[in-house]
């Protein structure tokens, strides 16, 4: 893909690091030019450890989740709140997510894989994915994980099978697909009706599938999911699906003569990328969603059930940033300054796949103003290799340690090895200190799997 065509009437904002407010990590400040975050200079941290390198504040990452946990019980007492670790996982957030009392999303094997070895509770763990193939749901069964998540009749026969097999009877959710267009870009809309996910509500089909999941045996339907998108800054659209399950809820109790017990509402709250972005917080999305269910399920005469939230993104994102060393400066005349790092689409695909947009900042310069207009560019051999189109930057010169804000969220977990890149090392910072919890990879790593 091409880079699009530069916008040359844009300008550059003037405003400092500590202008960019929501954008930033809670502990982020500046010390002499110097980006601190974490008590720890960002500078120095790069010098030491390396670029391109993914850097974690720990205080924000915790107090984000002691938000929705805390947030959520207040509004409702019979909930939980679930992350959806595909946003971001390594054994330490694994371990951290165990210590804040959360349950965990896994979309895959290997996620389980992370989850488990580190000791985190299987019965805690809910297991996701369109295409679960049989291996994985042995593992999970085998596991003992709380909760799988149904997606199709094809898979509800291998769960029955596999947990006959294993002797058990294995809790599981059906995921609904409910018709709500969540406001947001079309390759993370999730609930609408064309989409690879769950049971649609067409012709009644998700309804009739109840059926089968009852009639099935080693299984039993505790609840029902549904994920509308992600992003998403409109909450009315969490109170459409809101209303929809329950009364899909109160259908299946009147026909069927059943209680669903537990609905899971996924996640998809948006943060602040840029520093206009105004996303709604914790606190009013979980007052909201409490309050739409409630409401439900008085319209529709249906028990309260236990409720359950699947947030990523508005948890991680924006504890974590990316930081770079400059390499190459170009500027082509009345077209385009490139800021070319040593990363690019190997540690960040989100610009490429979808022109996100991202607040940069020069981390040996942080007091300065971001004076000039630039694309941060990419080391691939890709002529759409960008981590940041035509963003705010200050003055840029060889060696300057560049940071990019927001990429907590699938950036690590969407990391690749194109050109032979090797993917970054993981740091997590808080309270003055630093500790590696992923190592950079080694050529000796890209290697070792070849035979």
């Known amino acids: ?24 990590p809670e502990t982020a400040e500046v010390r002499d030019d110097h980006l601190f975050i974490g008590g720890v200079d960002m500078v120095e941290l790069a010098r030491t450890e390396g670029t391109a390198l993914y ?3 720990e205080a924000d990452l915790r107090h984000r989740m002691e938000r929705y946990r805390d947030s959520f019980r207040a509004n409702y007492e019979n909930s939980d709140v679930i992350y959806a670790s595909k946003a971001f996982l390594n054994k330490e957030c694994a371990r951290i997510v165990a210590q804040e009392g959360l349950c965990l ?6 996620e389980l894989a992370c989850a488990l070895s580190t000791g985190f509770p299987a019965s805690r763990v809910f ?39 294993h002797g058990v009877v294995q809790d599981v959710f059906m995921r609904i697909t409910p018709g709500v267009e969540a406001d947001t870009h079309e390759y993370i809309r999730t609930g609408c009706e064309d989409s690879k996910f769950g049971f649609t509500m067409r012709e009644d089909f998700a309804f009739k599938c109840v059926q089968d999941v009852l009639n099935t045996p080693n299984v039993h339907l505790k609840g029902l999911h549904c994920h509308i998108g992600s ?10 699906a809101a209303n929809v399950m329950v009364e899909l809820m109160a259908r299946i ?28 917080s914790i606190e009013e999305f979980a007052r909201l969603t409490t309050s739409a269910v409630k409401d439900a399920c008085t319209e529709h005469n249906v028990p309260l059930p236990r409720l359950l939230v699947e947030p990523g993104r508005s948890m991680v ?55 000039e207009i630039v694309t941060i560019a990419g080391k691939h051999c890709e002529s759409g290799d960008a981590v940041v189109l035509d963003g705010s930057i200050q003055h840029p010169d060889l060696g300057d340690i560049v940071c990019v804000f927001s990429t907590g ?33 080694t050529y000796e790593d890209l290697l070792s799997r070849d035979v």
């Open 105 to 110: 999303d896994v979309s895959g094997g290997g």
């Open 253 to 280: 109790e009147r026909e069927y003569g059943i209680q669903i017990e537990e609905l899971d509402l996924g996640g998809g709250l948006g943060i602040a990328y840029q520093a206009e972005d105004n996303p709604t």
């Open 409 to 441: 969220a699938y950036c690590y977990t969407m990391a690749s090895n194109y050109n032979g890149q090797p993917r970054p090392a993981v740091v997590f910072v808080k309270d003055g200190t630093y500790r590696v919890t992923t190592r950079r990879e």
């Open 1 to 24: 893909m091409s880079l699009p065509a530069s916008d040359l009437s844009k300008k550059a904002d003037g405003r400092t690091t500590m202008e960019l407010g929501a954008v930033l």
């Open 55 to 57: 850097v974690i504040d």
């Open 127 to 165: 297991m996701h994915g369109n295409n679960k193939t049989p291996k994985e749901l042995d593992e999970a069964i085998s596991a003992g994980v709380g909760r799988i998540v149904l997606d199709t009749r094809i898979e509800l026969g291998r769960v029955s099978e596999i947990a006959g097999r």
């Open 317 to 371: 994102a924006p504890a974590g940033v990316t930081l770079y060393t400059v390499g190459i400066l170009k500027t082509l005349p009345n077209i385009r300054k490139f800021v070319a790092v040593d990363g690019g689409m190997s540690d960040n695909i989100r610009t490429a796949l979808y022109h996100a947009s991202y607040e940069p900042v020069i981390a040996n310069k942080a007091g300065q103003p971001r004076t």
């Open 231 to 240: 992003q998403i800054f409109s909450l009315e659209s969490f109170r459409e």
